[in-house]
């Protein structure tokens, strides 16, 4: 059995103060909110607590994500479908490898820079496909 979660106060405290910890319950903004590893699109590499993201579930079930920098986010889903042939010898097996995960964009983003970074985010994962042999270097 576990005991009651940590609440860690963010409300009326400078950000310099703030501090994040998982498994934590975060007050903000007046609702108790959850860190989120998968941070906003623009702050994802910064390590401070003032570019992280926070996570909650409304009573409707409904998933929230607010970037302490940026403000609300929307939540993009994003699939990375390879198929894969595998022979060995005369036998030969085809399978589909997908991976499924989702970005945070901040929320009034412009459509341009939400565009201009995901082509960049697809140009990179080409690039990383191409250095593992999963697509030919002439793929465009």
Known sequence: MK????????????KSRWKLETGAL??????????????CIICAELNNAENQTLTRE??????????????ALDKVDYSIARTCVVRIGNVEREFKDTEEDFLLF?????????????EA????????A??????PADDE
């Open 58 to 71: 409304d009573d409707a079930g409904n998933e929230h994500f607010h970037c302490l920098e940026h403000g």
């Open 3 to 14: 005991g009651p979660r940590k609440i860690l106060e963010l409300d009326g405290n400078p």
């Open 26 to 39: 975060h007050l903000f903004e007046g609702k108790l909110w959850v860190w989120e590893v998968a941070g």
């Open 130 to 135: 191409r250095k593992q042999d999963w697509l």
């Open 121 to 128: 985010m697809i140009q990179e994962a080409q690039e990383e």
């Open 106 to 118: 901040p929320n009034d983003m412009e459509p341009e820079a939400r565009t201009k970074i995901t």
